[in-house]
């Protein structure tokens, strides 16, 4: 079956432009997480989305980062103005239910580099 | 807050040795506790995972043991393979309250095994 899917895979991207990531979970996954995996930090949880609402938004590091996620299914990560400091690779789960006990499924990841 | 401190890699061993990589956690209430590994060129994957005190999580000869008195999660396997090299990250989520299930994550273990 389909898990699930990010895109682009890698994005290379001038400082200042803006940039959109895509995640597509699994099907019938209400649970969805972005991270950002990066050398210097780590894995580190930016979102959450239970259906189309973001209850924890704690994660994310500034307001040029922004996420919406549309029909409880597909997630768009928008970094405005970006900088160097965001280059990472942005991970995306989904997992059945935001129980804690529940594994979460990851995407391949984007890797964005600025230059 | 939640945090997982993870042994400092990388770590290099030869083929059918025995492995130990440590994994202590700091969290309110009782999270679950995850171990992720990530193969070269992959995503990240769940290994195993153990949902409360005294529970044994085991998958492909790997095994962690759920240490609530010690607040640890070590994860062992009696004999390495080539085919073991990845990067391993420890975790942990809290189910309920305002966690949502994230995962909070260890810095990564790398490990390397010869033939």
């Known amino acids: 079956g389909a898990g699930v899917s990010q895109s682009p895979s890698n994005k290379v991207t001038e400082k200042g432009k803006d940039v959109e990531l895509r995640c597509d979970p699994i099907?019938?996954?209400?649970?969805l997480y972005w991270y950002r995996q990066s050398l210097g930090q780590g894995l580190e949880f930016l979102i959450y989305?239970?259906?189309?609402?973001?209850?924890?938004k704690s994660g994310l590091p500034s307001d040029r980062f922004s996420a919406e996620r549309t029909g409880g299914s597909v997630s768009t990560l928008t970094i405005q103005r970006t900088q160097q400091e965001d280059s990472a690779v942005y991970l995306c789960?989904?997992?059945?239910?935001?129980?804690?006990?529940?594994?979460?499924?990851f995407g391949d990841g984007t890797r964005l580099s600025i230059l | 807050g939640n945090s997982v401190t993870q042994m400092e890699g990388p770590v290099t061993l030869s083929e059918e040795a025995f492995l130990t990589i440590n994994c202590t956690y700091t969290a309110t209430g009782y999270p679950s506790l995850f171990w992720y590994v990530q193969y070269p060129g992959e995503g990240l994957q769940l290994l195993l995972k153990a949902t409360k005190a005294d529970d044994k999580g085991s998958n492909k000869g790997f095994e962690a043991t759920y240490r609530k008195e010690t607040t640890s999660f070590h994860l062992e396997k009696g004999s390495v393979q080539v085919s073991d090299s990845a990067v391993y990250f420890c975790?942990?989520?809290?189910?309920?309250?305002?966690?949502?299930?994230?995962?909070?994550f260890g810095q990564g273990t790398i490990l390397t095994v010869h033939p």
């Open positions: 975790a942990l989520s809290n189910a309920g309250g305002t966690s949502y299930g994230k995962l909070t």
């Open positions: 099907s019938g996954h209400t649970a």
């Open positions: 789960a989904s997992s059945p239910l935001p129980t804690g006990n529940q594994p979460q499924h």
């Open positions: 989305f239970q259906g189309n609402s973001a209850p924890d």
